[in-house]
């Protein structure tokens, strides 16, 4: 099982990434993907999350409007476009998968997480 994690980076405020992770060794339709993120000093948190079908989408309340998930079945690959980066989404990226219960569920709980990546540095300076 591997999440390749990509896209990270240095941008400045307001600026614009879009992260990828490629999934390989595992069923990707049957699982819900998310991203999740780790500050230095902080826990890592949920930002946001696609069901195993990409018809249902969450997002935490300070990404909102920012971020867009959206995930490629052709290609097993999740992706998350930011948009207006703010210097407090400086952060350690993560990829996640979990088994999903069906193809609108997914889980903001990273107990749920069955796999994940290894991680994209994304820095944005004021």
């Known amino acids: 099982v591997q999440l390749q994690a990509s896209g990270g980076g240095l941008v400045q405020a307001g600026g614009s990434l879009r992260l990828s992770c490629a999934a390989s060794?595992?069923?990707?339709?049957?699982?819900?993907m998310g991203w999740f993120r780790q500050a230095p000093g902080k826990e890592r948190e949920g930002v946001s999350f696609v069901s195993a079908s990409g018809e249902s989408t969450h997002y935490v309340d300070p990404v909102k409007g920012r971020f867009t998930i959206s995930r490629e079945k052709r290609k097993n690959t999740v992706y998350l476009q930011m948009n207006s980066l703010k210097p407090e989404d400086t952060a350690v990226y993560y990829c996640?998968?979990?088994?999903?219960?069906?193809?609108?569920?997914?889980?903001?709980?990273?107990?749920?997480?069955?796999?994940w990546g290894q991680g994209t540095q994304v820095t944005v300076s004021s």
């Open positions: 996640a998968a979990g088994r999903a219960l069906n193809r609108y569920a997914y889980s903001l709980n990273r107990e749920d997480v069955d796999y």
């Open positions: 060794g595992f069923t990707f339709d049957y699982h819900y």
